[in-house]
């Protein structure tokens, strides 16, 4: 074969062999998941679960993604009102269930007077005398439910767990080994100041995880609150916001082990680390990993750092496909 046909044909069939095998329909954006969204060779669009899709609360960690359409989400929501108003504002790529997740036994809900605290424990009354906060806890109703343990659920593979469940996470997950077996992320609601009467805490959740084999990555958020005292009513609270309460933690599967990861997990990482909680050095991670797999073309980690803003980058070469 003539030198210039055979190497014509090398690069047909290179571009066949990193070709994305799904192929989405992108709306125009700046994010530099899109550059992942169109030469990953992914399968399928990454896939969440979310617990507790209570939509009074913040827009969801995962809403970029679901706007561009590049993933499916399942949800699970017991509390009949925001239950209906997922129903009414959810999008083809969302399908939610009212029904709880749990051990599998019959709970009580508690709806709390302020629905975003509805949980199956009671509150923990004592702390909130201590916290400066709006009152939350006056119950409304309470509601039996079946709960179904995650395991049962049939959801196939996914990628992103995300908990917001007041106080039962470690419930969820004691009954989520094989649910969670291809999944990479959990996002959680992590609680430092004791909201409810025996919730498991920072450290029982954070042990927990670990034993199934998922390691502490980051903080998107934590929330903070003055503490009570006697010259609350002279004191601008947002300066006083001394006791921390909560917040929104990404445990990933532990990276130690990445030799163990599919080429499917590494590219469903890469994407959600880069649109979900913006960990671009972990997509890079990934991506470098990737190349050393002969999995995506050499040229994409630099490609990538290329679509980040300006103001992230160092101008010049660096190096390709460098693990």
């Known amino acids: 074969m003539p030198a210039k046909v055979k190497k014509a044909a090398q690069g047909v069939e290179g571009a066949a062999k990193y070709a994305p095998r799904l192929v989405l329909d992108l709306p ?26 209570n939509p009074m609360a913040a827009d969801a960690a995962h809403k970029p993604l679901l706007d561009l359409g590049a993933c499916d989400v399942v949800g699970f929501e017991p509390q009949p009102v925001a239950f209906a108003e997922l129903a009414k504002i959810k999008s083809e790529r969302e399908t939610y269930h009212q029904f709880a ?34 009152p939350w806890s006056g119950l409304l109703e309470e509601i039996a439910f079946d709960t ?45 100041f004791r909201l409810y009467e025996g919730e498991p805490m920072l450290g029982g959740f954070d042990t927990q995880l670990r034993s199934m084999g998922f390691e502490l990555h980051k903080f998107l958020f934590t929330k903070t609150r003055s503490l009570r005292n006697s010259q609350n009513a002279r004191l601008r609270h947002r300066y006083f916001r001394d006791q921390i309460l909560d917040g929104d933690a990404v445990y990933i599967k532990d990276i130690s082990q990445i030799e163990g990861f599919t080429d499917a997990q590494l590219m469903h990482l890469a994407v959600l680390a880069s649109a ?18 002969g999995a995506v073309p050499a040229n994409l980690p630099a490609r990538y750092v290329d679509s980040l803003p300006a103001s992230m980058r160092i101008e010049g070469d660096s190096p390709q496909g460098q693990v």
């Not at 954006?29 to 617990?51: C, E, G, S, Y």
């Not at 051990?103 to 400066?132: C, N, W």
């Not at 995300?162 to 009954?175: M, P, S, T, W």
């Not at 080994?177 to 430092?192: C, D, P, Y």
């Open 28 to 53: 125009k954006t700046n994010l530099p998941v899109a550059v992942l969204l169109r030469d990953l060779p992914l399968t399928r669009r990454v896939k969440v679960v979310d617990i507790g899709a």
């Open 101 to 134: 997740v749990g051990d599998g036994r019959q709970r009580m809900l508690r709806v709390y007077q302020d629905h975003g605290m509805t949980s199956f424990l009671p509150a923990y009354e004592a702390g909130q005398k201590a916290i400066a906060m709006r």
């Open 148 to 192: 179904k343990r995650l395991d049962d659920a049939g959801l196939g593979d996914f990628d992103l767990l995300k908990i917001d469940v007041q106080g039962a996470e470690n419930e969820v997950l004691a009954h989520a080994t094989k649910a969670l077996a291809a999944a990479t992320v959990v996002i959680v609601e992590l609680r430092f």
């Open 276 to 293: 979900v909680f913006e960990s671009h050095s972990l997509t890079l991670f990934c991506l470098d990993h990737l190349v050393a797999r």
